[in-house]
């Protein structure tokens, strides 16, 4: 008896969980939730990006610097620049750790100048070795 409850609550889960996606409009503002986050080596550097939004009103990215000998004194309103479909993007700002130390972590956003399709790449100089983080949109 127990096993068929279980049976019947999961299934009612699942029957759930589909009615409620199938009133959701469709959209082709690309979903921030399918951009992969991107791991790159700047030297002794880990740079982790993991886009959290990237739409036709602007984008963010949350960026992770880790480094056992590197300083990580770069000033990342300066040294990033988004390029999104041959356009770009201006920086907005950076809230989350200050320069220096070996750990940085925080989200740098940019305001949109043109549709979110095509190509975005994110690159970031400034470290002991530029990085470039690219990503495909829906619509390009």
Do not use: Y
Not at 34 to 39: I, Y
Not at 45 to 57: A, F, K, M, N, S
Not at 89 to 95: D, K, L, P, Y
């Amino acid at each position: 008896m127990r096993s068929r409850r279980v049976g019947l609550f999961a299934l009612a889960l699942a029957v759930t969980g589909t009615l409620a996606s199938c009133g959701e409009p469709s959209s082709s503002v690309p979903d921030p939730s399918v951009l992969a986050p991107q791991t790159l080596q700047a030297g002794e550097v880990e740079v982790i990006i993991t886009p959290t939004r990237l739409d036709d009103e602007g984008a963010t990215f949350t960026i992770v610097l880790d480094t056992h000998s590197a300083d990580l004194s770069v000033d990342l309103t300066s040294a990033a620049l988004l390029d999104v479909g041959g356009t770009e993007w201006t920086v907005e700002g950076w809230v989350g750790d200050g320069p220096g130390g070996h750990h940085r972590e925080g989200e740098l956003s940019f305001v949109a100048k043109g549709a979110a399709k095509g190509t975005a790449s994110l690159k970031i100089a400034g470290l002991p070795e530029p990085v470039v983080a690219v990503w495909e949109l829906d619509g390009g």
